[in-house]
T-cell receptor, first 114, second 110 residues
Framework: DAGVIQSPRHEVTEMGQEVTLRCKPI?????LFWYRQTMMRGLELLIY????????DSGMPEDRFSAKMPNASFSTLKIQPSEPRDSAVYFC????????????FGQGTRLTVV | GQQLNQSPQSMFIQEGEDVSMNCTSS?????WLWYKQEPGEGPVLLIA?????ELTSNGRLTAQFGITRKDSFLNISASIPSDVGIYFC??????????FGKGTRLSVIA
């Protein structure tokens, strides 16, 4: 079975550019989460969706960050404009039976903003 | 909000030794999970616990859901080099997203 699929695996971009990260959750899962991981702050929850509806985006650091889930099999996290401090590994995760159950992670996107 | 305190932050052990790490929460949890993350990969679920006092094993790994529902531990017996990685505890107290600890970085010296 395919797990959570993220693309790209690595992204290097210049400050000020728009960055779009993509995620395909596990088929049949109804909750999707976007996390950011840095050495300093660990795993931070940015936003999560339940049945394609954004439930809580209080973890999104700034208005430069936005996320969408147009259907059950696809989500995007966009940063516009990007800044060097956005450099981190971004993970998407999904769960099968609601927000509070076991989450399965993708391999992550390592973003470097120069 | 809910907070998790995971310890130790890092461990250096000899191959063959047993390892123990734990997490405590500021509030009662209904679920405790343990994940392992290897370099360049996402966290992978190792063990899930749903009941106070529950003790669950997965090969050389054993985890327990504390009786107070505010703590959990993970033990690894007879460590091997491929146990290297970062181990995260996670939990929650209802229909809310998982809260993650800061991780325990394990290094195994052959």
């Amino acid at each position: 079975d395919a797990g959570v699929i993220q693309s790209p695996r690595h992204e290097v971009t210049e400050m000020g550019q728009e960055v779009t990260l993509r995620c395909k959750p596990i088929s049949g899962h109804n909750s999707l989460f976007w996390y950011r991981q840095t050495m300093m702050r660990g795993l931070e929850l940015l936003i999560y969706f339940n049945n394609n509806v954004p439930i809580d985006d209080s973890g999104m650091p700034e208005d430069r960050f936005s996320a969408k889930m147009p259907n059950a099999s696809f989500s995007t996290l966009k940063i516009q404009p990007s800044e060097p401090r956005d450099s981190a590994v971004y993970f998407c995760a999904s769960s099968a039976s609601g927000v509070g159950t076991e989450a399965f992670f993708g391999q992550g996107t390592r973003l470097t903003v120069v | 909000g809910q907070q998790l305190n995971q310890s130790p932050q890092s461990m250096f052990i000899q191959e063959g030794e047993d390892v123990s790490m734990n997490c405590t929460s500021s509030s009662i949890f209904n679920t405790w999970l343990w994940y392992k993350q290897e370099p360049g990969e996402g966290p992978v679920l190792l063990i899930a616990l749903y009941k106070a006092g529950e003790l669950t094993s997965n090969g050389r790994l054993t985890a327990q859901f504390g009786i107070t529902r505010k703590d959990s531990f993970l033990n690894i017996s007879a460590s091997i080099p491929s146990d290297v990685g970062i181990y995260f505890c996670a939990g929650n107290s209802g229909n809310t997203p998982l809260v993650f600890g800061k991780g325990t970085r394990l290094s195994v010296i052959a």
